[in-house]
């Protein structure tokens, strides 16, 4: 047997197995760098706790927790197995997660904020409680970190204590009380850091609540972050404001211009700030549709807008560690921040639980970076995940009301340390496809799996189970835009027999990931079968047959050695149904979801024919094949996304008609009698060119008309279903119900010739 000689065909960007939208990008090389900063994507063991968590401090090797739980437990533990009591508040080593025991400091109600004095010495807790270790102590105390004793500190809040930052001289307090330090203080105080009654140099109230607050690396500001559209009686100050922190005036903030003024209809709230040596970092959350909802980013000098992240997913919480900044949120669309941002992903659909609760960005432009653990929203996925971060310099903890991190139990609380080192591994790629070519040729597809903390990755290819790969290829993969790796394994001997699986590395790092499971056995061939052979002398530049096992690929049979489509919809696709070609398979789509989209995105061809064989008894309509500017993914609510730009298409009416349709200043159609959803197999072609628009069906011309152009636009072919909106004798469904077969495009018109001969080449008579 001749060993074969395998050559890499190239890559193009496609969606993740959850159908999100991608880009197109032909893999060359790798850019450097393999990690997304510092932080692994696993986790490191940590207690849990058996409610949310909305206050985390580390300091002094010592991770602080408060929040509304009640006991805690080891990790893994499931909601009432091993229970610890602690009221509202908790204490953990930093390095381990384990609960330090002599730890415990009861509380009468829960605790929003936690800070340490700036040697460390004393720990600072507030938020509803009116006693802490049978102490009276409204809604804010101090306890010394080394004895665990309760001061004297003594503030005495009237509401709610949800932040505190303390300096040397000065503890500031902030919340939705009107008294405090024994003062009325409207939503914000400083007390003094012994006694807690309020410093009467520090004036600055505020129209609503103050939710956090942060000092400036060098003490000499103090940022805010809260509901109020009023700061001193000053009304251009809206939910971020940062004042003077000896006195409480406010300070010019130029960055506060990317809050929109509070509407009806789009409400913003800044609900965590956070500073480094440069400068201040926002999470807000805006109520109303496209409301900001992101992220933004704050230089020390002058407070200019550094950067903003237009993501939609109501940002609860920060924190920066080094040149990376960790967000809480639950991120589900990020296309407001593209084209400067190309890691930016799209709707990922937020009520299906598919929104990001946990990412990175670079602190200096906002960046994405490609740190993807992630949690769930909480109990039945319907809250917002992560509500609190903290750092002690290296490692990063992360409160919240989620119930698992990375899909593994884990409540309350998560730790990450880059101690315990990178132990995510590129997860197991699915089952290439391999399909047998004329010539001796083999052409093998593969998706790139993700690697939850490195986007560079190296795709190895085997040949029947061998422990040597045959072909390599570097590649750059995203949560939501997972490369498709083409190869073609040639000169193999005729009529031998293999299969092929492939694993993934880390290009700049050790792991490997799982080897996946082999590709069907192929045959290899001389002679393409007639049907191939008929249409592949027609050079066409896509070629489903969609004989494959499974998906999520299906393989290009053409000789332009495309990627192949990718398979969308969720469980609306079955294989492997009888297909219109004796001897092969086709796919069955479900009418509601299923359809199958190009890899490689191009622009609208002007000279073009489609073709495609279907079989339905639906009375509902459908899309049979068609070009359109939405590749997959999903709405906000979860259904499949369609086009906004969409035609070059045939399609099926509810009373079975097929339609060929283009449009460039309107919609131009021709179309055939009905009944053509009679549960046959039917071929269907349309062409465009200069000459205008030709529709055919089972080889014979039904309609013409003079019309030469189309729209032009970048986009992507589609078989199965896609938009249908406003078009003639518009079915039902924009999916068809129904099976569908040898899918083909074209660069060129089809002569009634060639559609005859692929007709006849399926085993059919002309009649």
């Given at each position: ?44 063991p ?24 009640t ?21 953990f ?27 460390g ?26 004895t ?22 000065a ?168 084209p ?33 653990p ?7 996925k ?7 971060m ?10 919240g ?8 139990p ?36 593969v998706?790139t ?23 390599t ?59 191939e052979?008929?249409?592949n ?17 299906t ?81 906000l ?38 009944g ?50 406003s ?10 119900a ?9 660069n060129?018109?089809?002569a ?16």
């Amino acid at each position: 047997m001749r060993a074969g000689r395998l050559i890499a065909l190239g890559a193009a960007a496609v969606l993740a197995v959850s159908g999100l939208t991608a880009l197109t990008t032909v893999v060359r090389s790798a850019p450097a760098g393999a990690i997304g900063g510092p932080m692994p994507s696993n986790v490191a063991p940590t207690w849990q706790t058996n409610a949310p968590v909305t206050a985390l401090l580390a300091v002094g090797g010592v991770l602080y927790v408060g929040g509304e739980f009640t006991s805690v437990r080891l990790p893994g533990r499931p909601v009432g197995s091993g229970e610890i009591v602690r009221h509202y508040l908790a204490a953990f080593e930093a390095g381990t997660g384990r609960l330090i025991v002599g730890f415990n400091h009861p509380l009468d109600a829960p605790v929003h904020a936690l800070a340490a004095s700036p040697d460390g010495q004393t720990i600072y807790v507030g938020g509803d409680f009116a006693s802490i270790d049978g102490v009276a102590r409204s809604r804010v105390a101090a306890f010394s970190a080394a004895t665990g004793t309760v001061t004297s500190f003594d503030p005495g809040a009237n509401a709610r204590v949800t932040g505190i930052s303390a300096a040397a001289t000065a503890v500031y307090l902030s919340g939705s009380f009107s008294v405090a330090g024994g003062a009325a203080k409207q939503r914000l105080a400083a007390v003094n850091p012994s006694t807690g009654t309020a410093l009467p140099t520090f004036t600055s109230n505020a129209d609503n609540v103050v939710y956090q607050t942060a000092l400036s690396g060098d003490g000499s500001k103090l940022y805010l972050a809260g509901a109020f559209t009023s700061l001193n009686g000053d009304a251009g100050q809206h939910a971020a404001a940062v004042v003077d922190s000896s006195t409480g005036a406010v300070l010019p903030f130029p960055a506060g211009s990317v809050i929109p003024p509070k509407t009806p209809s789009c409400t913003v709230e800044a609900k965590t700030v956070k500073t480094d040596g440069t400068g201040a970092y926002f999470g807000v959350e805006g109520s109303g549709l496209g409301c900001f909802d992101g992220t933004f980013a704050v230089d020390s000098a002058g407070d200019a807008l550094r950067w903003r992240s237009l993501c939609l997913g109501a940002t609860q919480a920060v924190q920066p560690i080094g040149t990376i900044l960790y967000t809480g949120s639950h991120s589900h669309d990020c296309s407001g921040d593209r084209p400067a941002d190309p890691d930016a992903f799209p709707e990922v659909g937020a009520a299906k639980g598919l929104s990001r609760h946990l990412l990175s960005r670079s602190t200096s432009t906002g960046h994405l970076s490609t740190w993807y653990p992630n949690t769930d929203g909480g109990p039945n996925k319907t809250g917002l995940g992560p509500r609190v971060m903290a750092t002690d310099g290296s490692r990063l903890f992360v409160g919240g009301e989620f119930t698992t991190v990375n899909g593994l139990p884990q409540q309350g609380l998560a730790r990450f340390d880059p101690a315990t080192g990178d132990l995510a591994s590129p997860s197991k790629p699915a089952a290439p496809t391999a399909v047998a070519r004329a010539g001796g040729k083999v052409t093998i597809s593969v998706q790139t799996p993700l690697d939850t903390d490195d986007l560079n990755l190296t795709v190895r290819l085997y040949r029947d189970g061998g422990s040597v790969p045959i072909a390599t290829a570097a590649v750059r993969s995203l949560f939501w835009k997972r490369p498709v790796l083409t190869f073609s394994d040639d000169r193999l001997a005729i009529g031998s027999k293999h299969s092929y699986t492939a694993d993934v590395k880390e290009t700049n790092g050790p792991r490997v990931g799982p080897r996946s499971l082999p590709s069907r056995t192929i045959t290899v061939i001389q002679t393409a079968p007639a049907y191939e052979a008929a249409v592949n002398a027609d050079s066409p530049v896509l070629f489903w047959r969609l004989g494959d096992p499974g998906g999520p690929l299906t393989v290009d049979s053409s000789n332009t050695k495309n990627p192949g489509g990718l398979t969308l919809g969720g469980g609306g696709i079955a294989w492997g149904a009888p297909g219109a070609v004796a001897g092969s398979n086709a796919v069955t789509v479900d009418g509601t979801s299923g359809y199958i989209s190009a890899t490689r995105g191009q622009w609208s061809p002007g000279t073009f024919s489609i073709e495609a064989w279907f079989k339905t008894t639906s009375t509902r309509g459908g899309r049979i094949i068609g070009f359109g500017n939405q590749q997959g993914g999903l709405t906000l609510n979860g259904t499949p996304a369609v086009s906004q730009q969409y035609d070059k298409h045939l399609y099926l009416t509810n009373d079975g008609r097929v339609v060929f349709g283009v449009h460039v200043d309107r919609n131009y159609t021709i179309g055939s009698r009905p009944g053509y959803n009679d549960g046959q197999w039917h071929q269907a072609v349309g062409t465009q060119g200069a000459t205008g628009m030709t529709l055919y069906v089972d080889g014979k011309v039904i309609a013409r008309y003079a019309q030469a152009k189309n729209q032009n636009y970048y986009g992507y072919w589609r078989v199965g279903g896609d938009n249908l909106t406003s078009w003639s004798l518009t079915p039902t469904s924009r999916y068809l119900a129904g099976a569908i077969d040898e899918a083909a495009v074209y660069n060129r018109v089809l002569a009634l010739t060639s559609v005859q001969r692929h007709y006849t080449a399926s085993g059919r008579r002309l009649t």
